[in-house]
């Protein structure tokens, strides 16, 4: 949209605001900001900030643009709306990349994913259905206040407030995981089992893909096979392989050309459905070896027509595709490795950092290593 303010310059006031709300964290308090907003505001602000959904990205990144440019109604987000601006664009190229430099809670690339987002523009009659239902009606009050008050200091304090709450945030699903030494690879394959079926409120399929990640970490340090060749970036949970234009969960690449890959299944295991499907998705491409791996293994009725399925398929295509267990196969290529310590240390620090699980997958890593009678390194 002609006349917008650059991302760069909006960059460099986004920067200022995290200053500030570190400034705030570590001195204990943001008093300054919530005498600015008002208890009430200050508590919708707090509500909003501490609720898990996209909504507090989008209330930070309007907040942020309201205290970068006063003049402008942060409640039409789009340019389609009459005086409206591209707040998705800011959203993408600043406060989505600096969110995830600092580790604190984003969104895969932008808050405005979801389609709630893009029905109407931020009025307060509007309705936004949310999971968990309170976050809509909060940043449409949010939003809504900070407008009304048309004041460069009130966004900016609510801006600042919203990134405290994010390092809070942040601080309580830190912990340090056990990083327990000189497991055999039986004891690791039943520890990653409790792990992955210990029972979360959600994101339980995160766990078997980072576990496979970590295999692949240690892979292309130690084999011939993987040598020069590259492990791409772990998506997202929910930036789906199709959607993102990648062959699996875990691909390795050679010269940015898909080379080998992995596909992750929780919960379920696999049948043949599941292998006609990756056949369909692998036969234009140039991979050379694909695991489709589930938490349950291959479904015993399907073994002989998967096996059937994965031989045409090698012959007519030249990809060995491999349907397997998760756990099965991370035993199998650990004794590829000199030492299993790597493998732990390498899921540890995963688990540890992943933006996408929470307090409850670490603490319970710490619990099953406690339980099975291995201390903490």
């Known amino acids: 949209m002609a006349g917008e303010p650059s991302v760069d310059a909006f960059r460099t006031l986004f920067e200022e605001l995290l200053a500030e709300a570190q400034d705030r964290y570590d001195s204990g308090s943001a008093d300054q900001e919530r005498k600015a907003l008002g208890d009430d505001l200050a508590k919708k ?36 709306y009459e005086g409206g601006f591209s707040a998705r664009s800011y959203d993408a190229a600043v406060t989505v990349p600096i969110l995830m430099r600092e580790s604190l809670p984003h969104s895969s690339s932008s808050h405005w994913l ?24 909060m940043l449409l009050e949010v939003l809504d206040e900070v407008q009304r008050r048309a004041d460069r200091e009130v966004a900016r304090a609510a801006a600042v407030l919203l990134l405290v709450n994010l390092f809070e945030v942040r601080a309580r699903n830190k912990v340090r995981l056990t990083r327990p030494k000189n497991l055999t690879i039986e004891e690791v394959e039943r520890l990653l089992e409790t792990h992955f079926g210990h029972g979360y409120e959600s ?15 240690c892979l292309v340090r130690s084999i011939d096979r993987y040598r020069d060749r590259q492990l791409d970036p772990l998506m997202r949970m929910k930036a789906a392989d199709r959607k993102a234009g990648t062959v699996g969960d875990v691909v390795l690449s050679d010269d940015s050309v898909p080379y080998e890959g992995a596909e992750v299944k929780f919960g379920m295991p696999i049948d043949v459905g599941h292998v006609q499907e990756a056949i369909e998705k692998l036969r234009a491409a140039s991979v050379e070896r694909y695991f489709l791996l589930a938490t349950q293994g291959v479904r015993g009725e399907d073994q002989e027509s998967i096996d059937e399925l994965c031989r045409a398929f090698r012959k007519s295509n030249g990809c060995e595709l491999i349907p397997d267990s998760v756990v099965t196969t991370i035993g199998n290529r650990l004794r ?20 996408d699980l929470e307090y409850e997958h670490r603490i319970a890593w710490n619990e099953l290593c406690a339980k099975a009678g291995v201390a903490a390194v």
Request: hydrophobic share 40%; proline share 7%; aromatic share 10%.
């Open 45 to 80: 602000v707090d509500e909003l900030a501490q609720t898990k959904h996209a909504a507090r990205g989008v209330a930070l990144t309007l907040c942020a643009y309201k205290a970068f440019q006063p003049s402008q109604d942060i409640r039409y987000d789009r340019t389609e």
């Open 114 to 137: 979801t389609r709630r987002f893009a029905e109407a523009p931020f009025l307060i009659d509007s309705e936004i259905r949310t999971v968990p239902k309170k976050a809509g009606p």
């Open 203 to 217: 994101n339980s399929p995160r766990l078997p893909q980072l576990a496979v990640y970590a295999m692949y970490q």
């Open 336 to 355: 590829d490795l000199k030492s299993v310590d790597e493998f732990i240390y390498a899921y540890a620090d995963l688990v540890e950092e992943d933006p």
